[in-house]
């Protein structure tokens, strides 16, 4: 049995408007990891989950399914992802799609690369854990050189140890959530959250998990695929 992809993509963003469906050369951004998905031979289906009408057109354009919309009241500011998956995994079980792992698949980190995503599918099952993320090792370090606000109205340290490092190497490794997280279906919907108890970490490169929040983080996103493609 093939896992599943679900791509989340409402049609509200504040960083950079419309975003999902902005054009990156030619095409629309969420078209980027719908193609790549498809392409990739690992996926019994791509999903997509949106309020939008004009995602889901667009989706289903690019070869996607959009077998449910989104309710509206899934498609706020305050919506959490957990929120957003249940619905989405729930209803599809209802409707008859069949599967045991899905992989949540960001469309706005567009460099992650699908050999990762299948070792993530592999670190699943070989470990019987509920979830493995996809991350790559943070250089800034709150053990380091990540600073926040004290009780007293001081800077501290984020996280404190007996012996401060005095290098970021010698700081504990920590980690930074990116573009895709793989779930054993059915226990996350017993634990009915987004990081359940036992989830594992595959690291990845830093440069495949570029997210587009910003402007300037879509047109660097842009200059970069300009460039690969001058290079080919």
């Known amino acids: ?24 050369l030619k095409k629309p951004l969420i ?17 997509v989950s949106t309020e939008d009408k004009e995602i889901a057109k667009i989706s289903k354009q690019f070869g996607a399914d959009v077998p449910f919309m989104r309710p ?7 919506t959490g ?17 069949e599967f045991d792992i899905f992989v949540n698949r960001d469309c706005t980190v567009p460099f992650i690369q699908n050999s990762d995503i299948a ?7 070989k470990t019987k854990c509920d979830a493995v993320y996809g991350v790559y090792v943070q250089h800034f370090n709150p053990y380091f050189n990540m600073m926040e606000m004290g009780k007293n ?22 980690f930074q959530l990116n573009g895709f997280f793989t779930y054993n279906s059915k226990r996350f ?21 570029i997210m587009i929040d910003t402007e300037l983080e879509f047109k660097t996103v842009e200059m970069i695929m300009k460039q690969k493609m001058f290079k080919k």
Do not use: W
Not at 189 to 209: A, D, M, V
């Open 189 to 209: 919907l017993k634990f009915k959250n987004q990081y359940p108890p036992k989830g594992l970490p595959l690291e990845i490169k830093p440069e495949t998990g």
């Open 119 to 125: 070792a993530s599918i592999k670190l699943l099952k």
């Open 81 to 97: 992802m957990t929120e957003v998956m249940i619905h989405a995994i729930s209803k599809l079980q209802s409707i008859g799609y």
């Open 153 to 174: 109205g001081y800077l501290e340290f984020s996280k404190k140890m007996k012996i401060k490092p005095t290098r970021r190497q010698d700081a504990p490794k920590v």
């Open 31 to 47: 078209a980027h990891a719908i193609e790549k998905s498809l392409d990739s031979g690992i996926f019994s289906h791509v999903i």
């Open 72 to 78: 509206n009241y899934l498609a706020k500011d305050t």
């Open 1 to 24: 049995m093939k896992p599943i992809c679900l791509i989340a993509a409402r049609g509200g963003s504040k960083g950079v408007p419309k975003k999902n469906i902005r054009l990156l």
